[in-house]
Structure formats: C-alpha cells, structure tokens
C-alpha cells in the first residue's frame, strides 16, 4: 500500500513536473507566465482523441501527433499573440496570455462541445506486476517518461548551442542580441520544447484518466503554475522538485482521507512557501536559468 | 437521482411556448370547466426547455404515451383523459404558478409532476391544501411525499436505491464492502451513508468509505487505501463519468473483483461515449427503475412502442413518466368507478385512496404504495456482458 502511494504521488507529480517545465521556461526566457500552457495539454488529449476516436488510427501516430500539434501550438500562440507585444509593457503580454487560455477553452467547447470526450486506450496493458504488487502502467509509464525528458532537457539547455542561445537571451535580451544570437528564433525554440513537454503530459494525462474535456486545462495548469512557483519560477530542477511536491502534498492528504482538502493544502503550501522564501525552492540559489 | 441538479433559470423563449402549450390545453373543453362527460383533465409539468430539459421531455414522452394508449383502449370509465401540460422550466416558482393555473383554470383533477427535485417540493407544499392527487415521475428526495397524504412517487429515493444495493451484496454474499462517494452530493452521500447502515444491519462490514471532491479525475490514492483493505465490493455511487474513471482506474491497479453502482451508472457504456472500457466492466453490479435489456413483457412491448412512437430507445425517465402516468390513472378509475363527480373533495380523495390501496403493473415493475407515498416496487439489477453492452441481470423484488 505504501509503495502504491508512493507510485500515486509520483505519477500525479510527474504530471504536473512536465506541464510546469513548460511554465519555467517560458518564464525564464520572456517573464511571461504563460496561462495557455495547461490549455494545451487539453489541446493534445483531444488531438489523441480525434485520431484514435474518430479516424481510428494507430495510438503511435497519435502520440506523434499530439505532441506535434502541442508544439505547433505553442509555437503559433507564442508568433501570433506575444510576439507582437515583446517590446509591451509585461502587464499588457499576461493579460493577452489569459485571453489565450478562455480563447482555447471555449474554442474547443465550440468544436467539440461542453460534455467530456473519451480518449481510447494506447495500450492494452493496464497493470504490470512488480514483485506480487499490481502498479498501474500508465502511472510507472507517466514517472519513466518524465525523469528522461527532464535529463534531456537539461542535456539540451546545458551542452547544446541552443541551449547556449536560450541561457543568453534569458540572462540578457539585448546582449544576446547584440552578440549575434537570433533572439526570436531563440523563443520560438524555447516555446516549442515547452510545448511538446506539454504534449507529452497530454498523452501521459489521457493515458491515466482517458478523459478530454475543454476546461481540463484549468486546474491542471493552475496546479502546475503552483508547481513552478514552489520550485522557484524559471529553474528546471525547480519545476521538477515543484511538481512533485505537490503531488505528494495531494496523495498523503487524500490518503488520510481529507480528500476535499486536497487542493486548500496545496494553495497554503503556495502560500507557506511565498512567505519564507518568496523566490520559491531553487529560486536564488540556482542560477542557470533557462 | 436528482436532487443535484441544479435549478438554474433558463428563460429562452419559453414563456411564448408555455402559454402556447397553456391555450391548447384550455382549447378542449370550454375553459375552466372541470371534466365532463367527454373527458378528464389531468396535469403534466416538468422542465421542457432550459437546462434539465431532457429529462422533463422524456418524463413528457412517457406520460403521453401512457394516455394516448389509454384513450385507445377506451379511456377511463369511457371517458378519454385530456391532458394539459405546462413547462416548470426547471423553476419552483414556475412550477407553482403552473400549479396554480392547472388547478384554478383547467380544474384538472390530477397531475404527473414535477420531475425536478426542488420544483416537486414546491409543489408539494402548495398542492396539500387542495389535496390534489399528484404522481411524480423522477423526484427523489425523502422531503416531497412528507407534506401530505396526496403526493406519490413512481421511483424509489436515493437511500432506497443504497438499502437495495445492501441487500444485493448481501445475497451475494459480498463480505466485506468499500465505498467511494462524492463528498458534498446529496445524491452520492445519501445513497452511501444508507448502504452502509444497511449493509452493517445485514453482517457486511465496511472496511472503509473514501471520499472525493467535485471535479477530481485522480482516484488513485482512495483506491489504494480501499484496496489495502482487500473489499469483496466497492460501492460507487455517483454519476457515470466519475464511475467509469473510478473503475478503469482500480482495474488498472490490479482491482478485479465487484462494483455496485446505483441508477447514475446509467450511460456509463454505449450511450455517447464509453466512459469505461469494455474489459474494466467485468463484475459490475447497478439498480435501476428501467433498461432496455429488461426482456420482460412490459418492458419490451413499452420499448418497441416508444420506438415506433418517437423513433428512438426509451430511457429510464420515459418509462418512469409512463408509470406515473399509470399509478394516476389507476386513482382516476378508482374514483370513477365509485361514481363521484370530478372536481369534489370526494372526488379527490377517492383517486388518492385508489392510487394508495391499488397495485400498477407497470414498465419499470409493479408498483404499490403501502401508507406512504414511497413506492414498494422491484428494482432491476444491470451488469454488463463482455462486449460492455448492458444484461438484466435479476429482477429484485420488493
């Protein structure tokens, strides 16, 4: 039992690792709290939902597709509704990315209606036994997935030339510029990787709860954004350290039975953290921003 | 079931309609006029536009269809039944004032009505002065047949649905029980706090009941508490969207023994969507008033006639709107068989007698009332076969 909850804990806050991943980077290179970023979680469930549902096509493909809409996704929002505003002042971008968020949610209850739609599963396997204990596979699946993608994203910020240009343009827009590097393809870049972060959590998040409606975004991107600011907004291990935490925070207090607590917990531990260290986890002492 | 819905206003046109719907009724019979000779006047309301309205037009379908086969056979006592219908729009205040104009304006001598919980309360309370008889069809709370002795229901109410699913798991021999409820539904907690009270009084222990908030999709941590405690059973009664998270969720955690659901599992499979899938739908159990898989003859004739009369499959509201319409039709012969004239107390209290003492045979099983206005009536206990369609799996008696 132990061990499951451990697995319970993990799994939601891998999810919610890999939606805030996505959050943190945006931070760091704009100072945009991006609000759309849950949306698009919501956008690549339904995405797996139209290819597998209704043209009953490979799950495969539809994990292609999800995370390749996702990325398109971020990359178009980031081109058509903030690029425009780069030299706005910050106020004017975060009100534009809350447009984008009820843009998206009620666009998709336009196209596909307010009720839920169900997300075929990618796989026949449900449980893997480990040891005489049934883990749930999405779960073991949502962990594995998360520590790879965050080792490669780490290994992409760190050794590559891109990676380079993002911790420069972070550091200082204008010096990065001035030395040459391509600042706008630079953003793009970093809203494409934290995009198809995001399509990895849509399909991860389908693959566990098989539901896509047009608000799921909502509350998985407000729980994620808490994520972010508990790490330490703009630090990866952060956002990883962040999500986990309150995973944790909503298992233990659901496995003591204080499930409507669930998400007042959470918030306080937002607010807990604010108040002694308003810089969240990593925030100061981590300093590679991305 | 529905004591959760929620009322909200929706005014889209529908007073044009509702007065349309006011007019055609008057049209028959000279106005105001009680029966006569020709006919007798009785009320259909519910939520017809708005929010809830898929259930006040199903309830709707059923109760008319119950009248037209009627006045087909001959009516009651040769006389054909009229009958009047006004939309509630899901609102107390509306349902009241259609209350008050079947009443004093088309001096209908009986109503099928309210569907909605909180309307029905309303209407209760303003129909014990002029003891009216009144059916409804869906409203389930304990409150509406407690404010007079004029006011009968057609379903069982959400804790009888929990004391059948007890004693469902007790003749199955379930010895230990789990439940999973959502916290803050009276529908969800009603139905679990009496399964549980029953269950206890039946020997069944309750190893543990795990709750969860509105909205939630990640039952996994309830799951492994409830599962740690190696339950024959899981109780799950809510709605079939959270139902069937909640089952593919424990079969994906190696779960693989017996749910019990209650009438909201409904839907959960081969309705719009497949909320669970076929496979995780293995061993599990709900009650219900009505299903389509039903194969016995009432059921099945009631099917193929609702098909052949609306073009489409029958569910549970439009059988509970035929059998609403059939326990006030039984009180309405009553009386006219003793001879009364309509629209006397007499009258009145002959067709509330007459619904009391008598016993219907209707489409969601027989139904009869023993000094309260709770019905005594059989429950059909669903499963599902492997291709996840719905079986009938016994019919239990009350």
């Known amino acids: ?290 | 079931m529905f004591e959760n819905v929620s009322r909200r206003q929706f005014v889209t046109g529908s007073a044009a309609l509702a007065l349309g719907l006011g007019l055609v009724g008057c049209g028959g019979n000279g106005g105001g006029e009680s029966s006569g000779a020709s006919g007798i006047k009785v009320g259909v309301m519910g939520p017809h536009t708005g929010d809830n309205s898929s259930y006040g037009l199903a309830c709707l379908n059923g109760a008319q269809l119950y009248f037209k086969q009627l006045n087909a056979d001959g009516g009651v006592n040769g006389k054909q039944i009229e009958a009047v219908v006004y939309d509630t729009k899901g609102d107390a205040t509306e349902a009241v004032n259609a209350y008050n104009r079947l009443v004093q304006e088309d001096g209908v001598t009986g109503i099928v009505g309210s569907v909605l919980t909180g309307p029905t309360i309303a209407v209760a309370q303003a129909s014990v002065a002029d003891n009216m008889p009144c059916v409804t069809p869906s409203a389930t709370a304990a409150d509406v047949v407690t404010y007079g002795s004029n006011y009968f229901r057609a379903c069982v109410t959400d804790p009888e649905q929990g004391r059948v699913m007890a004693h469902f798991a007790s003749e199955q021999g379930y010895k230990n029980v789990a439940t999973l409820y959502l916290s803050g539904s009276d529908y969800s907690e009603g139905v679990n706090a009496a399964f549980c009270e029953e269950a206890e009084a039946l020997g069944i222990t309750i190893t543990t009941q795990q709750s969860y908030a509105e909205g939630d999709v990640d039952f996994k941590a309830q799951l492994t508490n409830i599962i740690a405690t190696s339950p024959d059973a899981i109780l799950v009664p809510n709605y079939y969207q959270d139902d069937g998270m909640i089952v593919n969720q424990a079969r994906g955690q190696g779960y693989d023994k017996v749910f019990l659901g209650v009438d909201g599992w409904s839907g959960i499979y081969g309705g719009s969507e497949n909320y669970a899938d076929a496979a995780n739908l293995h061993d599990c159990y709900y009650c219900c008033a009505f299903s389509s898989s039903n194969e016995s003859e009432t059921a099945t004739k009631f099917v193929s006639d609702y098909e052949a009369e609306y073009g489409e499959a029958p569910t549970n509201f439009c059988a509970l709107g035929y059998d609403a319409a059939m326990v006030l039709a039984a009180g309405l012969t009553a009386a006219e068989e003793a001879g009364l004239e309509a629209g006397t107390d007499e009258y009145k209290q002959a067709v509330i007698d007459g619904i009391a003492a008598g016993t219907v045979d209707g489409v969601t099983g027989s139904i009869s009332y023993e000094g309260t206005g709770d019905p005594v009536k059989s429950s059909l206990i669903i499963t599902f076969a492997e291709d996840g369609t719905e079986e009938t799996f016994q019919v239990l008696e009350a």
């Not at chain 1, 980077?25 to 759309?36: D, H, Q, R, S, T």
């Open chain 1, 1 to 290: 039992m132990f061990i499951t909850q451990v697995l319970n804990g993990l799994q939601l806050g891998s999810i919610y690792a890999l939606v805030a991943l996505g959050y943190t980077m945006v931070y760091g290179i704009i100072l945009l709290l991006n609000f759309a970023h849950g949306d698009i979680i919501m956008v690549g469930a339904y995405v797996s939902w139209l290819v597998m549902a209704q043209l009953g096509l490979n799950p495969v493909l539809a994990v292609i597709l999800s995370v390749a809409a996702c990325t398109l996704m971020g990359v178009l929002i980031d081109k058509v509704a903030y690029a425009p505003l780069r030299n706005a002042p910050r106020l004017s971008i975060l009100i534009t990315a809350i447009g984008v968020s009820y843009f998206l949610e009620n666009g998709a209850q336009l196209v596909f209606g307010a009720d839920a739609k169900v997300v075929p599963a990618y796989t026949d396997l449900q449980t893997i036994q480990v040891g005489g204990l049934a883990l749930s596979f999405p779960s073991v699946l949502t962990v594995i997935v998360t520590i790879v993608a965050t080792v490669a994203l780490t290994l992409v910020v760190q050794k590559t030339k891109l990676g380079k240009a993002m911790r420069a343009v972070s550091e200082d827009m204008g010096a990065a510029r001035l030395m040459g590097i391509n600042v706008n393809s630079t953003i793009s870049f970093t809203f494409a990787v934290g995009s198809a972060l995001a399509g990895i959590g849509a399909v991860l998040y389908a693959m566990a709860y098989t539901q896509a409606s047009p608000t799921m975004g909502m509350m998985l991107g407000t729980k994620a954004f808490v994520a972010a600011v508990l790490g330490g907004i703009g630090s990866i291990p952060g956002a990883v350290v962040g999500g986990l935490l309150v995973g944790f925070a909503e298992v233990v207090v659901t496995a003591l039975g204080l499930s409507v607590w669930k998400d007042a917990v959470v918030f306080l531990l937002l607010i807990i953290v604010l108040v002694v260290r308003p810089t969240g986890i990593f925030g100061r002492t981590m300093n590679e921003k991305v």
